[in-house]
């Protein structure tokens, strides 16, 4: 951790521990974040901060500023993972098989304590909180921007928890920082019969097992190497008898690149590839995107100098870093991108025992004090991006 002035006032470090383990111990399911959306507005009211509801269990509260301003939009998120917590923490998961595992209890604390950081303030722009629901579905972001949350927005700005990296560093990555993610869903159709006459059968289980196999050729073999791209099949479901050949099958998976042309291509190539193989083995398939696809987060310009310029301040010049390796987590901030310059940057918050516990585990932790860094810089890019607005519209 950096040293020297304290990254929060006291007692705010305090309250977002506090709050995390409250969401951390409740935790609830993309569009069923009513709970901890009621903690969210609670904790808005005790700062006197207005708020409202948007997107289904989204929140989004309004910090004033200068007439004729753009707001700066400070993004977390807020729902859970369906996975059964296997952590050990006096605070662990009471809803069963439902977990935080992906660290946006501490996303939404962070926010929190940034807006009690700014509340009070005399703001050079109006900053925008967004508590948003559905993340882990790719589709919370969507539905706040339909429901008007970007409506008078500049800019905006989020992060993530990274147990990668150590506590006190910030990394603001110039480029692709996630990938794209679509989840497709290819639904084989054979023919049932019994398990001793497989000549009157068509069977869907050996025609989907070949279509698996012959999916992994496409990163392979058709995707330039340079070019970071995933196709994953994650379910497969078949059969309903240990003696019946099965005459349905179904996968579903998802693709993954860091280019939009690598994407389109990938999305034609699945399709052709599970369609072909069905065919090669008499079945029929179908090949559906579901919805949820998000685009590529890809930070530059303004907004990425604007978010290197809060780090340095808050962690010293030193702790700010990029990413080292190329990443193919799906995030939905990409979102918001499409619609308003922005960055998106990772928290280090490597677990204080030294042992990896990797996102979307049943052993997933991170270190609190990382909850400080990111309060701290979600409140100093809001005030270094809102001076820059304010300039520019001769605020």
Not at 169 to 178: I, L
Request: with cysteine.
């Amino acid at each position: 951790m950096p040293s020297g002035t304290p990254l929060v006032r006291d007692g705010v470090r305090e309250r977002m521990v506090e709050i995390r383990r409250e969401i951390h111990r409740r935790p609830e399911l993309a569009w069923s974040e009513s709970d901890t959306a009621k903690r969210v507005c609670e904790r808005l009211e005790e700062l006197g901060i207005p708020w409202r509801s948007a997107g289904g269990t989204g929140v989004v509260a309004d910090l004033s500023g200068p007439r004729g301003v753009p707001a700066v939009a400070l993004r977390a998120d807020m729902d859970a993972l369906p996975i059964e917590e296997r952590t050990g923490l006096d605070f662990a998961s009471e809803n069963e098989g439902v977990m935080h595992a992906c660290g946006h209890d501490g996303h939404t604390a962070m926010l929190l304590g940034a807006a009690e950081l700014l509340a009070g303030e005399s703001l050079p722009a109006p900053v925008r909180l967004l508590f948003q629901p559905a993340e882990e579905v790719g589709m919370g972001a969507v539905a706040l921007i339909e429901a008007g949350a970007l409506d008078g927005v500049g800019a905006v700005f989020g992060g993530h928890i990274d147990t990668g990296l150590p506590v006190g560093v910030v990394a603001a990555t110039e480029g692709v920082v996630n990938a794209s993610a679509d989840g497709f869903r290819i639904e084989l159709t054979g023919r049932e019969g019994h398990a001793a006459r497989p000549h009157q059968a068509i069977d869907a289980i050996v025609a989907a097992s070949h279509v698996v196999v012959a999916l992994q050729s496409i990163v392979s073999r058709e995707i330039d190497p340079a070019r970071p791209a995933v196709v994953t099949v994650g379910r497969f479901e078949a059969g309903r008898a240990q003696n019946v050949i099965a005459g349905r099958a179904v996968l579903e998976g998802t693709i993954r690149a860091h280019d939009a042309d690598v994407r389109a291509a990938l999305h034609d190539a699945v399709a052709r590839v599970a369609l072909a193989t069905a065919a090669a083995h008499s079945a029929v398939a179908t090949f559906e995107l579901l919805v949820g696809g998000t685009p590529a987060i890809r930070n530059e310009g303004l907004a990425l100098a604007l978010a290197r310029e809060a780090a340095a301040r808050v962690v010293g010049t030193e702790n700010v870093t990029e990413m080292a390796k190329a990443n193919l987590g799906g995030e939905d901030f990409a979102c918001y991108m499409k619609h308003v310059p922005g960055c998106f940057v990772r928290y280090g918050a490597a677990h204080p025992d030294g042992d990896e516990r990797p996102a979307h585990s049943n052993r997933f932790d991170f270190d609190e004090r990382a909850l400080a860094v990111g309060a701290a810089w979600l409140a100093e890019v809001a005030r270094c991006a809102g001076r820059a607005l304010r300039d520019a519209t001769g605020g």
